[in-house]
C-alpha cells in the first residue's frame, strides 16, 4: 500500500521517500525499445515494493512542441500509449497515470526555471542537438521545442522524484535537470530535489536498434517492433531483420557486432529459451560461436527470435486486447491519476513561489512589515 503523500515528504524537514517519476512522448504507439528501455523495468519496480510514489506521464504537452499542427495526432495516441502501459503491466492501484496537459502548474514552474538556463546552454544539449538534427529544425525551431530540457526538468522537480528510469540516451536531460535544482537552490534556498537516473541493467537495453539496423529505433523511421502488433506482424518484422550483409551462405563466418538479430537476443533472450526453442545450444554464448565460425544461418536465428519475443509479447498483446473493451475505465484512470499529480505538483509550486518570494497574498509577514511601513511614515 503506497504511504500518504505527508507523510512521506515533509519538505521543510528534507525527510523524503522514495519517489519515481518517468512517462512518454504520445506520439505513436509504444515499441519494444520503450520496453526493454523503459517500461519493463518500470513495472519491476511498481512491484518491487521499494518505492513510496510512482508517476507515469503521458507528455502530451511536451508532444505538442513539434506536432503544434497536428494536434489530433497527440489526441488520438494518448489513448494508445494508456492502452501500451496497462498492458504492459502498470497498475493504476500502484502508480499514478497521469496526463502532462492536465496538470497546469508544470508550465509555470517552466516559466520560473526559464530564468536559470542561458540559450548557449540549451545549445550545448546532446540530446536536444541530436533531435534538432533529426527533426531537420537547424532553421527554425520552435521555442517549445527548444525549451524541452527546462519543461522535463519542470515535470521532474514538481513531484520531488527521486529517481527517474529512463535511457541512456535521456543521460543530458536529466543532467540539465540537476543543473536546474542545483541553481535554484544556490539562489532560493534548499527546495527542490536532485534526482538520479536508473539505467537498465541489460547493456544492450540501453538504446535498442531498429530492425533496419540504424542506431536508434524510432516512430518517425518505421523501423519499430511495436507492442501492439500481431504476432504476424512481427514475425514478418524479424524475416526482414538487418543482420551481417557479408553472411551470404550458411557455411560463411558470421558476424555478431552490429547485427541486429543477435543484438534483440541479448535484450530478450534468457537460457531457459534454449532448452524450449533450441534444445542442441546450452545458452546464447553457444549460438554466437557456431554463427561466428559458420555453419549457422540467419533463418534458423531468426526463428529463434521470433519465438523468444513472441513469448514476451503474447501476453502483453492479450491484456491491451482486454483493456480495449474498458475505454471510458482508461479514461477514468487518467482523469484520476492527473487530478492526484494537480494536487502534488501545487504543493510543490506553492513551495518554489515561497522560497522565491512571490507568494504576496499569504506572506502575512511581508503585509504586516509594508503597514508599519507606512504608518510610521504617515506618523513623521
Not at 305 to 331: D, G, S, T
Request: hydrophobic residues 35%.
Amino acid at each position: 500500500m503506497r504511504k500518504d503523500w505527508q507523510s512521506i515528504c515533509r519538505y521543510g524537514k528534507q525527510i523524503l521517500g522514495k519517489i519515481i517519476l518517468t512517462g512518454d512522448r504520445p506520439t505513436g504507439k509504444l515499441h519494444i525499445g520503450h520496453y526493454v528501455g523503459s517500461l519493463k523495468r518500470r513495472v519491476e519496480l511498481q512491484n518491487s515494493g521499494e518505492f513510496d510514489q510512482i508517476l507515469i506521464m503521458i507528455a502530451d504537452a511536451q508532444a505538442l512542441t513539434d506536432n503544434a499542427d497536428n494536434p489530433e495526432k497527440v489526441r488520438q495516441n494518448i489513448i494508445e500509449v494508456a492502452l501500451d502501459y496497462l498492458a504492459c503491466g502498470l497498475d493504476p492501484e500502484k502508480s499514478d497515470i497521469f496526463i502532462q496537459s492536465q496538470v497546469p502548474e508544470l508550465t509555470e514552474l517552466s516559466f520560473y526555471y526559464m530564468n536559470l538556463v542561458t540559450v548557449s546552454r540549451l545549445q550545448r544539449n546532446p540530446t536536444v542537438k541530436s533531435e534538432i538534427q533529426m527533426r531537420n529544425f537547424e532553421a527554425s525551431i520552435p521555442v517549445g521545442f527548444f525549451t524541452y530540457p527546462i519543461s522535463q526538468a519542470s515535470d521532474i522537480t514538481a513531484f520531488k522524484a527521486t529517481t527517474v528510469p529512463v535511457g541512456e540516451d535521456q543521460l543530458p536531460m536529466l543532467e540539465q535537470t540537476k543543473e536546474i535544482v542545483r541553481k535554484f537552490n544556490a539562489v532560493y534556498g534548499e527546495t527542490l530535489v536532485e534526482p538520479e537516473i536508473l539505467l537498465p541493467d541489460n547493456q544492450a537495453c540501453l538504446r535498442l536498434p531498429g530492425t533496419d539496423g540504424k542506431a536508434k529505433m524510432s516512430k518517425s523511421l518505421g523501423n519499430c517492433i511495436y507492442l501492439s502488433d500481431s504476432a504476424e506482424e512481427v514475425s514478418k518484422k524479424i524475416r526482414g531483420m538487418y543482420t551481417d550483409p557479408n553472411h551470404l551462405k550458411v557455411s560463411d563466418p558470421g558476424t555478431i557486432e552490429g547485427n541486429t538479430v543477435f543484438t534483440y537476443l541479448d535484450a530478450f533472450c534468457k537460457d531457459e529459451h534454449f532448452a524450449k526453442y533450441l534444445p542442441e545450444y546450452e545458452n546464447l554464448d553457444a549460438l554466437k560461436a557456431h554463427y561466428q565460425r559458420g555453419g549457422l544461418g540467419d533463418v534458423k536465428v531468426k526463428k529463434f527470435l521470433n519465438k523468444v519475443m513472441e513469448e514476451e509479447l503474447a501476453p502483453i498483446r492479450a491484456r491491451r486486447k482486454e483493456w480495449e473493451q474498458r475505454i471510458p475505465e482508461v479514461y477514468e484512470i487518467l482523469e484520476r491519476g492527473s487530478k492526484k499529480a494537480q494536487g502534488l505538483a501545487a504543493e510543490t509550486l506553492a513551495e518554489v513561489k515561497r522560497a522565491m518570494k512571490i507568494n504576496y497574498f499569504e506572506d502575512k509577514e511581508l503585509i504586516a512589515e509594508q503597514s508599519e511601513k507606512y504608518r510610521n511614515q504617515a506618523a513623521e
